[in-house]
């Protein structure tokens, strides 16, 4: 079964730095989520990506498969990205079922 | 295009009473379809996964049960609500080939 862990677990940054959140899985798969979720429960799906780099506005997702490991970039963060990060992979190679990190609480300071 | 919805968003349960939070999906069809609860200060857990009517698959031995009645109708359901089944409840659906997960707005349930 996969396991996947993130990092850091709680980040605070001023507006407009540059955000950094880490994510490692431990058995190969076919493809990894990024996940949004806002401070009433919601959560949206940011990014599925299987390699490479993926970018939406100033997001950017990476994953190298190789490392198992994938990051998720915030440029010129705004206290409006203020939420909690989450990645999730299959649980084990082709499956469907996800497995989540528990999340990297982001806190964007005016 | 494709929506979810749950409901109750928030509801109050004292323990021992019985419990039923709906989920539908709209816009496509045979979706699979996850129940997932996130207790306080962790990660989602995965409670059940179905891949069509009828098909539940249940993946930790718990105080609960999920049916699916329609093709784009889940119901997770308890007869007897415990303490520790209080937290945060979210439906959510993949197509056929595991692309994007999209979730519900959650439910919070609090047994007191």
């Known amino acids: 079964k996969n396991e996947v862990e993130q990092s850091p677990q709680n980040l605070t940054a001023q507006e407009g730095e540059f955000i950094t959140i880490n994510c490692s899985y431990s058995?190969?798969?076919?493809?990894l989520h990024w996940l949004q979720q806002h401070p009433g429960g919601g959560i949206v799906s940011l990014f599925m990506?299987?390699?490479g780099k993926k970018k939406h506005g100033r997001l950017i997702a990476t994953i190298n498969i190789q490392e198992k490991h994938s990051s998720l970039h915030i440029t010129a963060s705004h206290p409006r990205d203020s939420a909690v990060y989450i990645c999730a992979a299959p649980t084990q190679g082709g499956s469907e079922k996800l497995v989540f990190g528990k999340g990297t609480k982001l806190t964007v300071n005016p | 295009s494709q929506t979810i919805h749950q409901w109750p968003v928030t509801l109050v349960q004292p323990v021992g009473s019985p419990l039923s939070l709906e989920c539908t999906v709209e816009g496509t069809s045979n979706p699979n379809l996850y129940w997932y609860r996130q207790a306080a200060g962790r990660g989602l857990q995965l409670l059940f996964y179905s891949v069509g009517i009828g098909q539940i698959s249940s993946e930790v031995p718990q105080n609960l049960s999920a049916s699916r009645p329609q093709d784009r109708q889940f119901i997770l359901s308890s007869k007897k609500l415990l303490l520790s089944d209080s937290g945060f409840y979210l439906c959510a659906w993949t197509g056929y080939s595991g692309n994007t997960i999209y979730f519900g707005e959650g439910s919070w349930l609090t047994v007191v």
């Open positions: 990506l299987s390699s």
């Open positions: 058995v190969g798969i076919s493809a």
